[in-house]
Nanobody, 126 residues
Framework: QLQFVESGGGLVQPGGSLRLSCAASGFTSDAYAIGWFRQAPGKEREGVSCIGSGFASEKYADSVKGRFTISRDNAKNTVYLQMNSLKPEDTAVYYC???????????????????WGQGTQVTVSS
């Protein structure tokens, strides 16, 4: 079964850090762009960051630029999202998925991504 498994979420105080992991299962993910998305209660799912294949170009939402860093370890078939200077508005369930049939991130439209994981909860609160 082709899927991603997210982990690393938790409860953290404002200003704190977390590192999320997105591990591919059942397939090799290095040929694809991998995106991180999040969905807060009552809000639509939105793109947070993406990393392409090959030279691994990176893409970030304006709301997380300078605070979040995406990386990938193809040997471990895993993509990471390092989140620093966390804010309460970063609270959400975070998901990862692969760009369908492409190593480029594109516009991060939800319909362009496949094999969504179950998500990991990130809560930023004092």
């Amino acid at each position: 079964q082709l899927q991603f498994v997210e982990s690393g979420g938790g409860l953290v105080q404002p200003g704190g850090s977390l590192r999320l992991s997105c591990a591919a299962s059942g397939f090799t993910s290095d040929a694809y762009a991998i995106g991180w998305f999040r969905q807060a209660p009552g809000k639509e799912r939105e793109g947070v960051s993406c990393i392409g294949s090959g030279f691994a170009s990176e893409k970030y939402a304006d709301s997380v630029k300078g605070r979040f860093t995406i990386s990938r370890d193809n040997a471990k078939n895993t993509v990471y999202l390092q989140m620093n200077s966390l804010k309460p508005e970063d609270t959400a369930v975070y998901y990862c998925a692969r760009r369908a049939y492409s190593g480029l991130c594109g516009g991060m439209a939800l319909d362009d991504y496949l094999n969504w994981g179950q998500g990991t909860q990130v809560t930023v609160s004092s």
